[in-house]
C-alpha cells in the first residue's frame, strides 16, 4: 500500500512542478499609458454580485460598490451593475443610499488622491492620515466627510427595521381599507350579513407606498427568492463626456470647484426567477449581466469583483488595460490579478492567504498560456466571453482599414472590415445569443472597441458614442435577464460563464484557453490591486474548501477534463488544468499514509523492515532534493517559510477533511447523480467584543472534523503504546520507536493548527468534540485489544475457557 501511496505522491508532485518551468515577471507602464493613450482608453463595465443579504451584509457590499464608483479611471467609459441574486428589498434601498453618499465621497477622493476608495477601510486606516496630504483645506474635508459616512452607516444599518416598521404600517392601513369595504358591502345587502375575518398578504413595501416586486420579508407567490420578477433599476445615469467641475462648500460642506464631480453609471439588477427553471446559481447571474450591460453600456472589457473584494488601488484597471490594449494583447482573453485578504489573523492559521498558490502557481503559469480565472479580481474581453475564437495572427484586412466608425451604418461596417465577419453574420447570432436585436447589434461594436491598439490612427479613434439609457434601452435589459432568454440558445455551453460545476470560474476560462485564448497574471507594484474577506473560521474554512474540491472532481468526470482538450492548449498549460481535477483524489493517499506512522507503533514494526546504506543514501538525495527545489521556489516567488508551512499544514488538514468528502460527493453525483448543495460563506461585517478576529475562536461542529480528529487519536495513542511497549520490554528496541514516533509526530504538528481551532477560546469547545474524541480512543483501544491482546489476558482466558471477542 504503500508502494502505492509512494507512485501517487510522485505523480502528483510532477503534475504540481512541471507547469512552473516558464515562470514570468511582468511589469507595466502607467506613465506612458496616461501620456500617450488615454482618449482611447476603452469602457469598462464592473460586475459585482451578491446573493443574500445576511450572509453578505450589504454594507460590505455597498462599500465595494463606491470603491468602484470612485475608482481612477475617465467617467464617462466605466458602469458598474451590481447583481442582487436575492431580489432583497433591504439592498435595493442600500445601493440607493450609496449612490446618495457617493456624491460627496466621489469628489472627495479625487480632490485629495485618496487611498484606499472603500470608506470603511479608509476610515479604519491606523496611521496618520495627513502624511502626504498638500490641501489646508484636507482635515476639516475629512471631518465632514467621515461625520456623512458615520451618518450613512446609521441609515444603512437601520433600513432592516425601518422596511419592517413600512411594511407593517402599510399592511396595516390595507387591512384596514379591505375591511371597511367589507362592512359598506355587508351594510347595503343583509342587515345580518357580517364581515368575514380578513387578512392581508404580508407584503413588503417601498418608500414610494408601492410594492416590492422583489423577494419579501414573508415569502408569497411570485415574491419568494426563487419567484419573482426581473429588477432593473438605474441608480446613477451615465456621466458626460465634458468635465463638469463642483460647487462651493455652500452645499456639501467641501470646496469641489476644482473637481470632477460626476459620477460613474450604476444598475442594481435582480433577474427574474421562476420555479422550474434551472437559475444555475452565479454563473447564471454573471450571464444576466453580461447581457444586460450589453443593451445599456456595452463597455468592451469586464471587471468581475465579489461583493467583498473592493478595488484597494485605484490605478487597477488602468494596469490591466497596458495589456489588453497593448500591441500584441489582441489573443488576451482576461487579466487575473492576486486575490489579497483583509481581516486575516496575524499567523494565517488556515493558510487563507494562500500566497504558495497566487505568488507562486499562478504566476509560474503566466509563462505559458496565462494563470486560470479564480472567480474574482478579473478584467475580461467581452468578445472571448461571448465563445468566440482569437483573432487570426496576421488579420485578413489591412490595420489601417478598421477605422471606420464614423460611416452612418456603424454595424455593418464593422462587420465587414472584422476578421469576425462570417461569425457576426447577422442570421448565425440569434441561435447563439438569443433575438434580442439590442443584444446582437451590440457584438459587432464591442469587438471593434476592444481591438488592440496595433489599428490605432489618431487619438480617440477607437471612442465611439456612448449608448443613451431609453425606455427603450431599459426594457430591452429587462427582457434579456428573464429566465426564458437562454432557452435553446448557447448561454452557459459556450457563450457567458459556463453552467454544470460549482466551480463555474476554472471551468469558464479553461473554455477560454481551450479555444487557443492566453491569460496574463498582473502582479501590482506597491499597492494590491484588490482586497476581500476570507472566512477566518474553521468550519467556515473547511466548507470553503470542499466547494473547491468537489468542482474539482466534477471537472474530472466531465468534458472539461483537461485530458479531452483541443491541440490549441498547450501540453503544459493542460497538465495545470489536469492537476486542477486530480488534486482532491490525492487525499484518499494522504489518508493511508497519516495512519501508518500508527500502525506501525502498535504493530512494533517499522515502516521499512530494513535499512541498508543504498536506501539511505537514496532517501538522503530525494531529501536534498525537494528541499532544494522548495526554496529555490519559495525564494522566486517571494513567499515566507511560515507561510509555506501554513500552507503545507493546512493542505494535510484539507486533505484528509474536505478533499475526501469532495470526492465521495463528486463520485456520488457522477455514480447516483445526487445533486450537491452548498451554502455562502457568511462576510463578516462588525467586530465582536472589540475582537477583530472573534470569528477564529468559534467552534462549529462539522462531520468533516472527524477524519482529523480520528488521526490526531490514533497517532497519540499510538505513540502512548509505542513508548509502554518499548519502556517495558525486554529487550527495547528504541530505533523503532523513534522512527515511528518521528514520523506521527510529524503528521500531529501538520495537523497542530486544526487541534487548536478545536479548543475554541476560553473552554468554549463544544461537548460534541469531546464525545468523539473519547468514543475514537475507546474505539481504537477496544480494536487494539482485540487484535493483539496482553499474553497475561490470553493465558487466563485459556484457564477459564474463555476467549476474548
Known amino acids: 500500500m504503500s508502494v502505492v501511496c509512494e507512485i501517487w505522491f510522485a505523480l502528483s508532485w510532477i503534475l504540481d512542478q512541471l507547469p512552473k518551468l516558464c515562470p514570468v515577471n511582468r511589469s507595466t507602464d502607467l506613465a506612458a499609458l496616461r501620456n500617450q493613450f488615454e482618449p482611447d482608453l476603452p469602457g469598462v463595465d464592473v460586475f459585482v454580485s451578491t446573493a443574500d443579504p445576511e450572509k453578505e451584509p450589504p454594507l460590505v457590499t455597498a462599500a465595494t460598490i463606491l470603491s468602484i464608483l470612485a475608482a481612477d479611471y475617465p467617467v464617462d467609459r466605466i458602469a458598474c451593475y451590481l447583481s442582487d441574486d436575492g431580489g432583497s428589498l433591504l439592498t435595493f434601498e442600500t445601493m440607493a443610499e450609496a449612490a446618495s453618499f457617493a456624491a460627496i465621497w466621489v469628489p472627495f477622493c479625487r480632490k485629495h488622491d485618496i487611498e484606499p476608495r472603500n470608506p470603511e477601510s479608509y476610515f479604519a486606516l491606523r496611521r496618520d492620515p495627513t502624511k502626504n496630504k498638500r490641501r489646508p483645506d484636507f482635515v476639516r474635508d475629512r471631518r465632514r466627510v467621515k461625520r456623512e459616512f458615520d451618518e450613512f452607516k446609521v441609515r444603512v444599518n437601520g433600513l432592516p427595521d425601518a422596511i419592517r416598521r413600512r411594511s407593517d404600517a402599510f399592511n396595516a392601513r390595507e387591512e384596514m381599507k379591505l375591511l371597511r369595504r367589507m362592512k359598506e358591502a355587508a351594510a347595503a345587502g343583509e342587515e345580518d350579513a357580517m364581515p368575514v375575518p380578513v387578512r392581508v398578504q404580508k407584503a413588503t413595501w417601498m418608500a414610494d407606498g408601492t410594492h416590492w416586486p422583489g423577494t419579501w420579508a414573508v415569502p408569497a407567490p411570485e415574491h419568494s427568492r426563487g419567484d419573482h420578477v426581473s429588477i432593473l433599476q438605474v441608480m446613477l445615469e451615465p456621466a458626460p463626456a465634458e468635465v463638469m467641475c463642483g460647487m462651493p462648500e455652500a452645499e456639501l460642506g467641501i470646496d469641489l470647484t476644482e473637481v470632477d464631480v460626476r459620477l460613474p ?212 435589459a429587462v427582457a434579456v435577464v428573464s429566465c426564458w432568454y437562454e432557452d435553446r440558445t448557447e448561454w452557459g455551453g459556450r457563450v457567458g460563464w459556463i453552467y454544470g460545476s460549482v466551480t463555474e470560474d476554472v471551468v469558464t476560462g479553461y473554455r477560454m484557453h481551450n479555444r487557443g485564448w492566453r491569460s496574463v497574471y498582473c502582479v501590482t507594484a506597491g499597492r494590491d490591486a484588490f482586497r476581500g474577506s476570507a472566512p477566518i473560521n474553521l468550519t467556515d474554512r473547511l466548507h470553503q474548501v470542499l466547494r473547491w474540491a468537489t468542482g474539482s472532481v466534477e471537472i474530472f468526470f466531465s468534458r472539461n477534463n483537461a485530458l479531452l482538450a483541443s491541440r490549441r492548449l498547450g501540453f503544459l498549460q493542460r497538465v495545470a488544468y489536469l492537476n486542477v481535477g486530480i488534486y482532491p483524489f490525492t487525499s484518499v493517499f494522504l489518508l493511508v499514509y497519516c495512519f501508518l506512522p500508527a500502525l506501525s507503533l502498535f504493530s512494533g514494526h517499522f515502516i521499512v523492515e530494513t535499512l541498508s546504506v543504498s536506501f539511505l543514501v537514496y532517501l538522503l538525495v530525494i531529501s536534498i532534493t525537494l528541499t532544494l527545489l522548495a526554496i529555490l521556489e519559495v525564494r522566486w516567488s517571494g513567499v515566507g517559510l511560515e507561510e509555506w508551512w501554513r500552507n503545507e499544514q493546512f493542505w494535510l488538514i484539507s486533505g484528509t477533511s474536505a478533499h475526501l468528502a469532495a470526492v465521495m460527493q463528486g463520485m456520488l453525483k457522477v455514480v447516483a447523480g445526487i445533486e450537491i448543495s452548498f451554502t455562502l460563506t457568511a462576510k463578516s461585517a462588525v467586530d465582536e467584543e472589540n475582537d477583530d478576529f472573534a470569528d477564529l475562536y468559534i467552534v462549529k461542529w462539522t462531520s468533516l472534523m472527524i477524519p482529523p480528529i480520528t488521526i490526531m487519536m490514533v497517532n497519540i495513542i499510538a505513540i502512548a503504546v509505542g513508548c509502554a511497549r518499548t519502556i517495558y520490554s525486554s529487550q527495547p528496541e528504541w530505533s523503532k520507536l523513534v522512527g515511528g514516533g518521528f514520523f506521527s509526530f510529524w503528521v500531529l504538528a501538520h495537523l497542530y493548527p486544526f487541534a487548536k481551532g478545536l479548543m475554541g477560546r476560553r473552554g468554549k469547545t463544544p461537548t460534541i468534540v469531546f464525545v468523539w474524541s473519547g468514543l475514537i480512543a475507546i474505539t481504537i483501544s477496544l480494536l487494539w485489544v482485540a487484535i493483539s491482546p496482553p499474553q497475561g489476558s490470553v493465558s487466563a482466558a485459556g484457564m477459564s475457557g474463555l476467549q476474548f471477542p
Open 265 to 476: 453609471m450604476l444598475v442594481y439588477v435582480s433577474r427574474e426567477k421562476r420555479p422550474g427553471y434551472d437559475h444555475n446559481k452565479k454563473a447564471g447571474a454573471m450571464n444576466a449581466l453580461v447581457r444586460a450591460s450589453a443593451v445599456m453600456s456595452n463597455g468592451p472589457f469586464i471587471l468581475n469583483l465579489d461583493c467583498d473584494h473592493y478595488i484597494y488601488n485605484t490605478q487597477a484597471i488602468r494596469e490591466g488595460m497596458c495589456f489588453l490594449i497593448d500591441h500584441g494583447g489582441q489573443d488576451i482573453c482576461f487579466i487575473q490579478f492576486p486575490q489579497r485578504f483583509e481581516g486575516i489573523d496575524p499567523n494565517d492559521r488556515y493558510a487563507n492567504n494562500n500566497t504558495v498558490f497566487f505568488d507562486g502557481n499562478m504566476r509560474a503559469l503566466d509563462g505559458l498560456q496565462g494563470p486560470m480565472y479564480v472567480g474574482t479580481g478579473c478584467i475580461f474581453r467581452r468578445f472571448a466571453v461571448y465563445g468566440f475564437d482569437p483573432p487570426p495572427k496576421f488579420p485578413r484586412h489591412h490595420p489601417h482599414e478598421a477605422v471606420a466608425a464614423e460611416s452612418d451604418s456603424e454595424t455593418q461596417s464593422l462587420n465587414s472590415k472584422s476578421p469576425y465577419a462570417d461569425e457576426l453574420n447577422p442570421s448565425l447570432l440569434p441561435k447563439r445569443f438569443g433575438d434580442s436585436s439590442a443584444l446582437l447589434e451590440s457584438i459587432p461594436v464591442a469587438e471593434f472597441q476592444g481591438r488592440t491598439l496595433t489599428f490605432r490612427l489618431s487619438a480617440g479613434s477607437f471612442r465611439l458614442p456612448h449608448p443613451r439609457i431609453t425606455p427603450s434601452s431599459i426594457a430591452q
